[in-house]
């Protein structure tokens, strides 16, 4: 499985951006999808997570309602629409393929392919 990450930049404080992860390879070997971030001198945090075969999804409480994760099957494509920025949403933002099935995985290591990462800074 091959993942690309792809969207981010700079935004003001309050406004939107939309971040893509594109899927490759063997992709129906895919359980879920999770995005996590990365901000400068803290550790890898999770973000959201969604089902790649159905709707569920999972959020971490510092961007629910705010952020909303979404995936078209026909793309094999995962999104994170991110409203609201804030300075503190700052960060190297990561999708990553979940192989297994079960509940949601939040951490770094229930997940088993990454993408490169996509900068996201949120400054007026």
């Known amino acids: 499985v091959q993942l690309q990450a792809s969207g981010g930049g700079l935004v003001q404080p309050g406004n939107s951006l939309r971040l893509s992860c594109a899927a490759s390879?063997?992709?129906?070997?895919?359980?879920?999808v999770g995005w996590f971030r990365q901000a400068p001198g803290k550790e890898r945090e999770f973000v959201a997570a969604?089902?790649?075969?159905?709707?569920?999804?999972y959020y971490a409480d510092s961007v629910k309602g705010r952020f909303t994760i979404s995936r078209d099957r026909a793309k094999y494509a995962v999104y994170l629409e991110m409203n609201s920025l804030k300075p503190e949403d700052t960060a190297v933002y990561y999708c990553?393929?979940?192989?297994?099935?079960?509940?949601?995985?939040?951490?770094?290591?229930?997940?088993?392919?990454w993408g490169q990462g996509t900068l996201v800074t949120v400054s007026s």
């Open positions: 990553a393929a979940d192989l297994t099935q079960g509940l949601f995985r939040t951490v770094e290591h229930g997940y088993h392919y």
């Open positions: 390879g063997r992709t129906f070997s895919i359980y879920n």
């Open positions: 969604i089902r790649w075969s159905g709707v569920l999804t």
